[in-house]
């Protein structure tokens, strides 16, 4: 089952991923909550949509905007919808 991990421990995990341009977005339901905080970091695709993104904080460790999602994806990127995408320092293991 695919997992993504952040300093040891594992933050999502999920067999209902998808993979877009090499990067694997898991369910917005698999993410340990405890992990994430609102960023106010936005940025744009121009064929999925305006991305916004989550920092990564516990234990005394922060990632900042290791998380990023389309809360509202254009039409040919209905598949990111309600998932999430890691970078930075998260390791992804399929």
Known sequence: MPKAIWNDEIIAESDDTVVIEGNM?????????????PSETHSVCVWKGKASYYTLEANGHTSTDAVWY?????????????????????????
Request: proline share 11%; no cysteine; glycine share 0%.
């Open 25 to 37: 977005y898991f369910p917005r339901s698999s993410v340990r909550e405890d992990v994430l905080r």
């Open 70 to 94: 389309y809360p509202e994806p254009k039409p040919d990127a209905k598949a990111v919808r309600d998932r999430v995408a890691f970078w930075k320092d998260v390791k992804i293991e399929a």
